[in-house]
């Protein structure tokens, strides 16, 4: 594959970081990345880089609120 102007294609992939959750029909720009942990809405289109932790979703997306820790909800279980 050649794309014109650009001497390394693979970096215009979209990047999803470690336990990043994209739902159904998710359309990722070329170059963004979706950081650890971020949770992405159904039929959302993700044209900018998102942070780690968010929970976005829309056209263009927009990051809604943070994500609970994983931990904390883990450890809240246990105390019961």
């Excluded at 999803?16 to 159904?42: H, K, N, R, S």
């Amino acid at each position: 594959m050649h794309v014109s102007g650009c001497d390394d294609p693979s970096s215009l992939l979209p990047i999803a970081a470690e336990q990043a959750w994209l739902a159904t029909d998710v359309f990722v720009a070329p170059g963004v990345v979706i950081g650890a942990g971020t949770v992405v809405g159904a039929r959302s289109s993700v044209f900018k880089s998102l942070p780690a932790g968010v929970i976005a979703r829309g056209s263009p997306v927009v990051a809604v609120r943070a994500r609970e820790r994983v931990q904390q909800r883990d450890s809240s279980l246990r105390s019961e």
